[in-house]
């Protein structure tokens, strides 16, 4: 898959079937993590892998209402890093943009595996603390979610959802963020 087509594919179904997690998966996943660009290089992003039934069904209790679905992921990828680990050059802190980067090519990745895998704002940062030990200093920034896409679109999913199942949500159109040579208010 180009990269073109990944892009074009990703999309944040909330739907799943059950994957087969191996360790060859999550490494995979995480080389493709492991490539991106960083202030420095200073790699600010840590994960945690969460695919062990028991240790997945505790995470459960983290999530936040309209968020479900997710129990159904078969991998849960819990994303966390700290602003002392990354650029801090006056009041701009690099390490969320890291993260970021990161993410976003192990989604890619994990699309050109023919597998959904859906970042989420949407849980508690300090249950996520105490069931998967991540200390205080660390900021949790994003579980991303990965499972098959279903063709039976998921029951728990409010109305909004089911239509977001179906069609992409609407983006904003170029002229809405493209600016050329100097930023023009609208
Ligand atoms: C930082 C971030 C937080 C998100 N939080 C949630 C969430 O809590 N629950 C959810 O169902 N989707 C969440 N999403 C998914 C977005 O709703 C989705 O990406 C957006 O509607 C665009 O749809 P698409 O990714 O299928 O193109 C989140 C996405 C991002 C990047």
């Not at 080389?31 to 202030?39: E, G, I, T, V």
């Amino acid at each position: 898959m180009d990269v073109t087509k990944a892009i074009e594919t990703r999309r944040a179904f909330r739907s799943f079937d059950p994957v087969e997690i191996t360790d060859d998966l999550i490494e995979d996943l995480a080389r493709h993590a492991q490539l991106a660009p960083s202030c420095n290089n200073n790699q600010p992003w840590r994960f945690v892998f969460v695919y062990d039934q028991v240790r997945l069904k505790e995470l459960h209790a983290a999530l936040a209402p309209g968020n479900d679905w997710v129990r159904a992921a078969s991998l849960i990828i819990v994303v966390f890093s700290k602003k002392e680990d990354d650029c801090i050059i006056k009041d701009r802190e690099y390490h969320l943009f890291g993260d970021g980067l990161a993410a976003a090519f192990l989604i890619l990745r994990a699309t050109e595996l023919g597998l959904v895998a859906h970042p989420i704002a949407g849980f508690s940062p300090k249950k996520t603390r105490e069931i998967l030990g991540i200390p205080e200093e660390y900021q949790i920034v994003t579980f991303i979610n990965v499972g098959r896409h279903s063709a039976e679109i998921s029951p728990v999913l409010s109305a909004k959802q089911v239509d977001w199942e179906r069609v992409r949500p609407a983006r904003r159109a170029l002229d809405d963020f493209v600016f050329l040579n100097r930023y023009k208010p609208s």
